[in-house]
């Protein structure tokens, strides 16, 4: 009779990808035993881009999976109604998109508070999508069109909650003018 391994859950692996971008893993494990996140610096195995708006997120998430685009991890943060979206290390990436940030290794070493894959919220912030062990990364430029996608849309939304304005000067129709007495 042959032993079958039986392969970890995508949790599991995506919290030792997670935790492996670390020079202390055991820090990142010990945070998340405590139940609390753990602080995870950017610019190991990933970059990350925070963008304000936890509503649109969804939306994004929705555009890059319609398309067939890769979805990296993205965490998002309820109480600074954030999201963080991980994507590749690039030395030479600009990023100059409105209400977002990237935050990568320019001498500052920037964190992200991150709870653990699989366990819910934690401290405000959850996995919107979790990470999976695979290394999978949100590129860049399908995120910034996600995110172009997005805006257009919530602005679609907002335009059709206004009532219609008639613009100046034109006449009402007339089916809508008061006969005159």
């Known amino acids: 009779m042959t032993a079958t391994r039986l392969r970890p859950p995508p949790h599991v692996l995506g919290g030792h990808w997670l935790a492996g971008s670390s020079s202390d893993p055991r820090f990142i494990f010990g945070a998340w035993t405590r139940g609390r996140a753990a602080l995870i610096p950017v610019s190991c195995r990933f970059d990350a881009v925070r963008i304000d708006g936890v509503s649109r997120a969804s939306a994004m998430v929705e555009e890059l999976r319609t398309a067939g685009r890769v979805t990296g991890p993205v965490l998002v943060d309820h109480d600074a109604q954030a999201s963080f979206w991980l994507v590749p290390v690039r030395p030479d990436?600009?990023?100059?998109?409105?209400?977002?940030?990237l935050l990568t290794d320019r001498g500052d070493r920037p964190t992200v508070a991150m709870p653990a894959p699989g366990v819910g919220p934690v401290e405000g912030r959850e996995w919107l999508v979790e990470p999976d062990?695979?290394?999978a990364l949100t590129p860049h430029a399908d995120l910034a069109v996600a995110l172009?996608?997005?805006?257009?849309?919530?602005?679609?939304?907002?335009?059709g909650r206004e009532p219609a304005r008639r613009a100046c000067g034109r006449p009402e129709p007339a089916e809508t003018r008061r006969p005159r007495p």
Do not use: I
């Open 93 to 101: 990436a600009f990023w100059a998109m409105r209400d977002s940030e």
């Open 133 to 135: 062990g695979s290394g």
């Open 148 to 159: 172009r996608l997005a805006r257009m849309s919530e602005g679609r939304r907002l335009r």
